[in-house]
């Protein structure tokens, strides 16, 4: 049997850009990415704290080292710059090696830094 797992999750950034008129997804900073081992493009959950929204979307490599977290395109009407958010992934393995696998967690510090 397969079943979805949390495979990573970045607990608790800041909004920096909410960018209307870009393509949609969310950029994120690539140390913040790697940190939680995601890579571009991949689909993602975007979960903000302050309003309750939950949006699927994918990730965009943000500039290293730079704390962006931007809602772009559509995405960007489900927060606002400062707002706090979790970005989430998941996996799907089997049942058994579920089991024993541990998400990769990440609890960025202020200005989204590791």
């Known amino acids: 049997m397969q079943i979805e797992v949390l495979k990573s999750k970045v607990h608790r950034a800041v909004l920096t850009e909410a960018n209307l008129n870009y393509v949609g997804s969310l950029t994120l900073d690539e140390d913040l990415m790697d940190a ?52 989430i992934s998941y996996a799907t393995m089997d049942f058994e090696e579920a089991k024993t696998f541990k998400p990769s967690i990440v609890f960025p510090k202020e200005g989204n830094k590791l």
């Open 36 to 87: 939680a081992n995601m890579i571009e493009n991949e689909k993602i959950q975007v979960v903000n704290v302050n309003n309750g929204e939950r949006i699927e979307t994918y990730l965009i490599k943000g500039k290293r080292g730079s704390g962006t977290a931007c809602l772009n395109g559509p995405a960007a009407r489900k927060g606002a710059v400062g707002d706090i958010i979790i970005v």
